[in-house]
């Protein structure tokens, strides 16, 4: 394991981080433009915190989310859909995408503005974890949520609601 890692490429964006065995970091991850990062569908990105900038055609894919193991995520410039799914709870430290499919196994926080204006975020809160998206500024297209104990979502202007799926206490 590592105690940082960056990943900067200053332009080139057919670029493809492929993470192909678990992967570490004990610390903070950070990487910017690239095209895309995918995984074999069977390891896990772990770091304290992940930051990804600028990928291009985005994050994983509908049939092979990125897996990670992080307490915080940024995921800003993204130009593509991104797709995680989290062995834990996840801070959301601000989201730009396309669209923005996340399952975790566990709560879904937000501590700075997650906008998906223009396409669906679909959350999975598994195992009865609450979601919890309270900034101001968040600003989704379409939200669905497939699985949650309890959800409160704050969108700053017309919001569309597509399958929800929460089971309150």
């Given amino acids: 394991s590592l105690n940082d890692f960056n990943v900067v490429d200053a332009g080139n964006t057919t670029d493809v981080l492929n993470v192909t065995a678990d992967f570490s970091i004990n610390g903070n991850a950070a990487i910017s433009d690239i095209e895309t990062i995918t995984d074999n569908g069977a390891v896990s990105f772990g770091a304290d915190r992940l930051t990804v900038t600028n990928a291009t055609s985005g994050i994983g894919s509908s049939g092979n989310f990125l897996g990670t193991s992080v307490t915080n995520i940024t995921l800003t410039g993204n130009n593509g859909d991104i797709y995680i799914n989290e062995v834990n709870d ?9 669209n923005f ?24 809160a598994s195992g009865g974890g609450n979601i919890t998206l309270d900034e101001s500024a968040n600003d989704f297209g379409t939200l669905g949520i497939s699985s949650a104990g309890n959800a409160s979502i704050v969108d700053t202007n017309n919001l569309i609601l597509d399958n929800i799926s929460v089971t309150t206490d």
Wanted: hydrophobic content about 40%.
């Fill in 90 to 98: 996840i801070d959301l430290a601000g989201v730009v995408a396309g």
């Fill in 101 to 124: 499919t996340l399952t975790a196994a566990g709560n879904i926080t937000d501590s700075s503005t997650i906008n998906v204006s223009g396409g669906l975020t679909t959350l999975n």
